[in-house]
């Protein structure tokens, strides 16, 4: 079986840490931000984890 291409899209949007999770950036923070906190938007700066229960799927993806 021939190897599997790996999907563009998802290599921008996850960075694979070096204990094999994926980080991912966290939705919320592009429009509207005027109503929210300034501790909220910090938070949402930081990157968070891919749960597991997605983490298969989404190396298999990304081919690694």
């Known amino acids: 079986m021939p190897k599997m291409k790996t999907k563009k899209a998802l290599k921008g949007k ?29 938070k949402l700066g930081k990157p968070g984890l891919v749960a597991k229960s997605h983490l298969k799927k989404y190396k298999l993806l990304m081919g690694c």
């Open 14 to 42: 996850f960075k694979l840490t070096g204990t094999g999770k994926l980080l991912r950036r966290r939705p919320g923070k592009r429009h509207i931000l005027t109503k929210k906190t300034a501790k909220r938007k910090r």
